[in-house]
């Protein structure tokens, strides 16, 4: 176990426990660095780590990491492990495609492997001298203490904290044993994903989204990143997989070996292992938070129902989790009902858009519907209502 202690008088009790280091709990630590709270935040890994995504950063995501701090954004845009994308191609069930491209002048989106940005956002959060950052830790028990909470570490370790920040995504075991918040399985995606090398793409700056008849609503993608290698993967709803009885590997397979990839992939060689994971999609509303604890990014199901985006949402959340940490100080009040404020803050932000992403997602599992959205996109200014989020990624 790794700790870096800084600032912290009393050793396992904190104001404030975040459990999770990815994209929502180090957003959260970040936004409180200079809350005066002493603030512990556990992660099971040890970083860097990798974790299984597209990798696409829209613009949102940047946007967010300047809503944290303008230093913390200075740093993301000196950050040289990201790959900067110029244009987008979407591809739909009639092989119909439209791309678009962006000025040189404009802000870009980027891809950036999970393995570097999350530990660009690691580094970020150890700098913080009122954080205590504990790697290696995974956190197995969770009870609520009349005043606090008290957490359990895997090597059997009790800390305290006054408000439980449960940031440790799609598999979180809090929601699991204790959260009111149940994952919703006919809004949940599976999804695979690899990175390859030696795979023929007109240009390494192209994200390309193939919304196929066999993967609808869900798509198949081919993002570039550094080093020449490329992001592959294949979202589906998870109940369809099981309605339909899809072996994702195997559909993976048998769309490398259609005939528009199979040339493309004729040389390519895959790194590392095919690996699955889950998306709780967001859309509809649930409980975000209880008695001294509030949920975070995946953990909350803030995905977007669509395009499987959610890191911009993890961020978000981070901090507006932040604001309402501060809340609760500063009232000294930490209950369920206060903390309902936290729940309509984050769907005051996301809820109507979700909304809408939820309603195309029930939309695009018609080809016809899929191909006439395309059309519709080329001829008229619609685009942004379809594909609002990717073309942040760009705008
Ligand atoms: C295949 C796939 C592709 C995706 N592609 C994209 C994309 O291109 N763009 C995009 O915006 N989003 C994408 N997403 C969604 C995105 O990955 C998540 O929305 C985002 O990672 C959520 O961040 P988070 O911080 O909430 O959770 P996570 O990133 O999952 O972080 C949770 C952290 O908690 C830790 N943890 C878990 N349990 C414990 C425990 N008990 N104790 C201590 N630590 C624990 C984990 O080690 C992990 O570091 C994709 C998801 C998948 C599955």
Redesign the pocket.
């Known amino acids: 176990m790794v700790e870096i202690w800084i600032n912290v008088m009393s050793a396992k009790e904190f104001d404030v426990i975040i ?9 959260a630590a970040l936004s409180l660095r200079n809350s005066g709270l002493k603030i512990a935040i ?4 040890t ?1 860097p ?1 990798n ?8 613009l949102d ?1 940047v946007n967010q990491l300047n809503k944290i701090s303008p230093e913390l954004y200075q740093n993301f845009s000196q950050f040289a492990n990201k790959q900067p994308i110029d244009k987008i191609k979407i591809t739909v069930p009639n092989d119909d495609s439209l791309v678009f491209s962006i000025e040189k002048s404009q802000k870009k989106g980027f ?1 950036c492997n ?1 393995l570097d940005f ?1 530990n660009f956002l690691v580094n970020e959060t150890k700098k913080c001298n009122n954080i205590c950052f504990f790697e290696n ?4 028990e969770y009870e609520r203490k009349k005043d606090f909470y008290q957490i359990k ?2 090597d059997n370790e009790i800390y305290n904290a006054k408000i439980l920040l449960v ?8 929601n699991r044993k204790l959260s009111q918040s149940k994952v919703d399985k006919n809004n949940y ?5 690899a990175f390859y090398e030696n795979i023929k793409v007109e240009n390494q700056n192209t994200l390309e989204l193939y919304y196929l008849k066999e993967t609808l609503p869900g798509y198949f ?1 081919i ?1 570039p990143t550094l080093d020449q290698k490329v ?1 592959v ?1 294949l ?1 589906l709803l998870a109940k369809d997989i099981t309605k339909n009885k899809i072996n994702l590997k195997k559909l993976f397979g048998d769309i490398l070996n259609k005939p528009e990839f199979k040339d493309r992939f004729s040389d390519a060689q895959k790194i590392g292992n095919l ?5 709780p999609l967001g859309g509809s509303k649930k409980s975000l938070s209880g008695n001294r604890y509030l949920l ?5 199901s ?3 129902p669509f ?9 978000r ?2 901090r507006f989790a932040a604001e309402q940490v501060k809340k609760c100080f500063v009232d000294n009040y930490f209950s369920a009902k206060f903390n309902k404020n936290y729940d309509k803050i984050v769907y005051k932000s996301v809820h109507k858009e979700q909304k809408r992403y939820l309603f195309l997602q029930k939309m695009f599992r018609f080809p016809k519907i899929a191909n006439i959205s395309l059309k519709i996109c080329k001829k008229t200014k619609l685009l942004n209502f379809f594909f609002g989020n990717v073309i942040e990624l760009i705008k």
């Not at 459990?19 to 957003?27: F, K, T």
């Not at 556990?42 to 890994?45: E, G, I, Q, R, Y």
């Not at 974790?51 to 829209?58: P, R, V």
């Open positions: 459990v999770g280091a990815g994209p929502s709990g180090c957003s556990f992660d099971k890994a970083f780590r974790k299984i995504c597209g990798g696409a950063l829209s995501v891809v999970r999350d830790t995974k956190i197995v570490s895997d940031a440790n995504g799609a598999y979180s075991n809090f995606s599976v999804a695979i994903q993608w993002f992001n993967g979202g690996k699955s994971y889950g998306l975070l990014g995946d953990a909350a803030l995905i977007d395009l499987g985006e959610g890191i911009g949402n993890a961020i959340s981070g």
